[in-house]
């Protein structure tokens, strides 16, 4: 998630469609829930994004019947959900029993939500993606468990790739096959040899930070932050991927600055790109008079000299201290994790265990599943830093400093004064 802006709401969950996003907003509760239930009470009140009902319907169905715990789910708008949340734990007079939240919240409330160490089991943990573990643990504690997540793949157009012409004209000028990329340097060939008549290779997304970070990872450096804290934004691995990333421009169109996931995701799904890195589930919710539907193929992140790395979009379901309703929530939890393929079966389809992504992956319609099991187990694949700042410097700094450097700007002196912006940031 790169802002809290409308468009950019379309990462927070990995980018949920804006029609999917405002179907889900429009049915979605979005007043206050019912008082928290009193200790014992087989109902638990769920705080959750608009969208995350959908993904925890089948879920709360088969929790019911198996457990006997009913879910009255409480829907609020992004920012209308980080507010609640503050003021509620804040109080500590809750109003919800169960609360899913954005990875990045977990450092601002993570005093706030109780441990929930026992359902990460040693099998459970084999099922969960490394990143995901990895963050789930903050302080020495498990104090979320993964209910969905996502991550950038590549998508591409299979009718232009397989065309014999394209195919011949690219062997002749590249000397290889023309195919899904797995190199940086295929995927710069490809996407000059597409930019022409007015279609583009690719498209840069100056509005957000993402698709840069992720070249951070696969430069074998932690993102923005290192594990102490340290601002190390203007080091060697952060340059190399930003001049790598708006080196692509000029495969791309115009107005790199002012493109954000919304409008990559119109340009692909419009013709007007051969390739995009996006959320695997977007592969799912072409339109069906889209131009290009069926004629898309997809293939995992391409990595760097680090390996595959990706930025991950999961939340997490948690159990605040101050419930009364604490061991029906946590049957909630569990119940999301047993039947954590139900997500699957929702408009935005996604899940956050290994073996949910695999049930589906060789059926017809779920061909990302693979690239995206790929993707999200690569060694240099990564969860954002652990700080409750982290969006700040998104908003702040990350974005406005990657407008200036995609409209051209010196990447040594944006990165310098982005270090010294965040390190004011941190004191």
């Keep these: 998630m790169s802002s809290r802006t409308t ?62 715990v009913s879910a009255n789910f409480v829907e609020l708008p992004y920012d209308g959900m980080f507010n609640r949340l503050s003021s509620e734990f804040s109080s500590g007079n809750v109003s919800f029993d169960v609360a899913a939240l954005d990875s990045v919240w977990l450092p601002s409330f993570k005093d706030a939500v109780q441990p929930i160490d026992e359902l990460f089991t040693d099998e459970a943990k084999k099922d969960i993606f490394p990143a995901l573990v990895k963050e789930a643990n903050v302080d ?7 209910a969905w997540t996502n991550a950038e793949i590549i998508l591409y157009r299979k009718d232009l790739f397989g065309d014999a012409k394209n195919k011949a004209d690219f062997k002749a000028k590249y000397g290889y096959e023309l195919a899904a990329p797995t190199t940086w340097k295929q995927y710069q060939d490809i996407a000059e040899f597409f930019t022409r008549d007015g279609m583009y290779g690719t498209d840069v997304k100056g509005g957000v930070e993402t698709e840069w970070l992720a070249h ?10 290192d594990q102490n804290n340290n601002v190390v934004i203007d080091n060697a691995a952060h340059k190399e991927a930003l001049d790598f990333y708006v080196g692509l421009a000029k495969s791309a169109p115009s107005g790199a600055a002012q493109v954000d996931w919304a409008a990559a995701q119109n340009l692909f799904n419009q013709g007007k790109t ?14 069906k008079d889209s131009p290009v539907a069926g004629k898309v193929g997809a293939a995992p992140m391409i990595g760097g000299s680090a390996g595959v790395g990706a930025v991950p979009g999961p939340w997490y ?47 017809a319609g779920y061909e990302s599943f693979k690239p995206l099991i790929e993707t999200l187990k690569g060694n240099a694949t990564a969860t954002r830093p652990a700080t409750g700042k982290w969006q700040q410097i998104v908003d702040t700094v990350l974005v406005p400093m990657l407008q200036k450097a995609v409209a051209g700007g010196d990447s040594a002196t944006l990165l310098a004064d982005a270090k010294r912006q965040i390190e004011d940031l941190l004191k």
């Design 274 to 287: 051969a390739m995009t890195r996006f959320w695997a589930h977007a592969y799912r919710q072409i339109p």
């Design 317 to 363: 379901l948690t159990v605040p201290k101050a419930t009364k309703n604490a061991d029906a929530a946590k049957k909630f939890v569990k119940c999301a994790y047993d039947y954590n393929d139900k997500g699957i079966e929702s408009s935005l389809g996604l899940a956050s265990r290994i073996s949910a992504f695999e049930k589906y992956q060789d059926k």
């Design 7 to 68: 468009i950019s709401r379309i990462t927070a969950i990995g980018g949920l469609s804006t029609a999917v996003l405002l179907a889900a907003t429009a049915c979605g509760a979005g007043g206050p829930a019912a008082p928290s239930g009193s200790a014992g009470t087989s109902t638990v009140n769920v705080l959750v994004e608009a969208g995350g009902h959908a993904e925890l319907t089948g879920v709360a169905e088969q929790c019911k019947k198996e457990t006997g």
């Design 140 to 146: 020495g504690h498990f104090i979320g468990m993964p």
């Design 216 to 225: 951070v990872l696969q430069a074998g450096s932690p993102m923005v932050l």
